[in-house]
């Protein structure tokens, strides 16, 4: 792991999810009846989970809304679910208010260029390997996993490893 994101990674105290692209593949399957399908991975849920144990705040942030996002957030303790974004900064200038935080101790994943905007604003912005080439320009890091595919698991694994609260877990 470079320095500067070992660096970057021990200060972070959120960590903010884009959710299509990032914490699933991108794929939206829509049937006849209104309703959304997504697809989750599991490890990506479990590392989420334990950056929660460790006392590290998780947000998810999503340019659609959708009642699945609402689902999965709730079984996995997420709290902070901001849904139907054009601008991801306003509601990550409230959040980072309601929470005390600075820039600096907030990691944002993303994918995409809607994107674009929060990576420059915090102080650890991760794209996953499958993201556009635009917002890769704005990341610090690039997963070397796919969104929704254990993106979201090696960024919490690499936080909780640079924090020395890694507790011996491992994928």
């Known amino acids: 792991m470079k320095e500067e994101v070992r660096e970057r990674a021990k200060k972070v ?3 903010i999810l884009d959710v299509d ?7 939206i399957i829509l049937d006849g009846d209104r309703g ?3 697809v989750f991975h599991v490890r990506d849920g479990t590392g989420i989970k334990m950056l929660l144990e460790a006392g ?5 942030f999503s340019g659609r809304s959708s009642r699945v996002v609402e689902r999965r957030a709730k079984e996995l303790g997420v709290g902070h679910v901001y849904q139907g974004l054009r601008d991801k900064v306003a509601p ?11 820039d600096e101790e907030v ?6 260029i809607l994107d674009i905007p929060l990576l420059q604003r915090v102080g650890f912005p991760i794209v996953v390997a499958d993201g556009v080439e635009e917002a890769k320009d704005f ?7 796919r969104g ?15 924090q020395g609260k890694w507790r011996g877990w491992d994928f």
């Open 13 to 15: 105290r959120l960590l």
């Open 21 to 27: 692209g990032v914490l699933t593949d991108g794929t």
């Open 36 to 38: 959304e399908w997504k």
């Open 56 to 60: 590290i705040e998780v947000a998810l």
């Open 92 to 102: 990550y200038e409230v959040l980072k208010g309601l929470l005390g935080l600075k």
């Open 107 to 112: 990691c944002f994943v993303g994918d995409d």
């Open 139 to 145: 990341a610090l890091y690039v997963t070397r996993r």
């Open 148 to 162: 929704g595919r254990g993106a979201v698991r090696e960024v919490c694994a690499l936080i909780l490893r640079a």
